[in-house]
């Protein structure tokens, strides 16, 4: 099974400024046939159920705000708030569904400074 | 509108059986993988399973496998997961979700399982 791997498990960032949450894979989930990352960022607000942000590392969700982006290949994925909102606090999940069984990061916990 | 209604959940004894069901509405889930993903009380989210589009694959995370079963009803656009020799450890909300290449884009709201005696 590929293990993913988030980076911190909690952060504190103050309003208007940046976030970034990191997830890292135990093997590629790059695949060959198309070039592109099988990987994909949620959030998880209190009492809801989970929300797609970004797939293929770096697409944004239709109706999802551009202050989220994704970005890295291969192991190595990054999720970017660029200015934090108060509607942001939230957990984020990193997934990877490049081969089966589908995995989860641990799930990282932003909070407002 | 897309939706997902996840419904029957509840308190059942370790060893017990309970079947949950998904209905869709606004998609044919005979299009789509679909999926189960679980969340324990206060813990992150844990892959249970999946069917392809063809119905012709399933899959299971090693923690239910044997014990747990996907399936679906095409005519009621309802996906189920029966769930046999319950755990304690199998204590969770229950989702399910609408899968494909570009990640799970529609989730339910969940149906809260409890295996306690």
């Known amino acids: 099974d590929i293990v993913m791997t988030q980076s911190p498990d909690s952060l504190a960032v103050s309003l208007g400024e940046r976030a970034t949450i990191n997830c890292k894979s135990s093997?590629?989930?790059?695949?060959?046939?198309?070039?592109?990352?099988?990987l994909a960022w949620y959030q998880q607000k209190p009492g809801q159920s989970p929300k797609l942000l970004i797939y293929w590392a770096s697409t944004r969700e239709s109706g999802v705000p551009d202050r989220f982006s994704g970005s890295g290949s291969g192991t190595d994925f990054t999720l970017t708030i660029s200015s934090l909102q108060a509607e942001d606090v939230a957990v984020y999940y990193c997934q990877q569904y490049y081969s089966s069984p589908d995995t989860f990061g641990q799930g990282t916990k932003l909070e407002i400074k | 509108e897309v939706q997902l209604v996840e419904s029957g959940g509840g308190l059942v004894q370790p060893g017990g059986s309970l079947r949950l069901s998904c209905v869709a509405s606004?998609?044919?889930?005979?299009?789509?993988?679909m999926h189960w993903v679980r969340q324990a009380p206060g813990k992150g989210l844990e892959w249970v399973s999946h069917i392809n589009s063809a119905g012709s694959t399933t899959n299971y995370a090693n923690s239910v496998k044997g014990r747990f079963t996907i399936a679906r009803d095409t005519a009621k656009n309802t996906l189920y997961l029966q769930m046999n020799s319950l755990r304690v450890e199998d204590t969770a909300v229950y989702y399910c979700a609408k899968g494909g290449i570009t990640g799970l884009g529609c989730w339910g709201q969940g149906t809260l399982v409890t295996v306690s005696s």
């Open positions: 606004g998609f044919t889930l005979s299009n789509y993988w």
């Open positions: 093997q590629s989930v790059l695949s060959s046939s198309n070039n592109k990352n099988s």
